[in-house]
């Protein structure tokens, strides 16, 4: 199975919590805060092979959200 390089998966995780953050009227970026989640949690998430689906929805779970 291919890989989707690091660049392109972040940006559909951040495209998937941005439309949480519209949904509860939040600040771009704030579910990342909340949660706690840094660019070296993303990057673990990802070498583990990861899907931006799996990785958006266990960051907006750990913030509290659905």
């Known amino acids: 199975m ?5 660049t392109t ?3 559909r995780v951040r495209n998937r919590l941005a439309e949480v953050e519209r ?3 939040l600040a771009i970026g704030e579910v990342l805060k909340v949660s706690d989640t840094s660019i070296r949690d993303l990057t673990e998430l990802h070498g583990y092979g990861w899907t931006a689906a799996e ?4 960051i907006i ?3 509290g959200l659905r």
């Open 2 to 6: 291919p890989t989707v390089d690091f």
């Open 55 to 58: 990785a958006s929805a266990c």
């Open 23 to 25: 949904l509860y009227d």
């Open 9 to 11: 998966w972040c940006t």
């Open 61 to 63: 779970e750990n913030a």
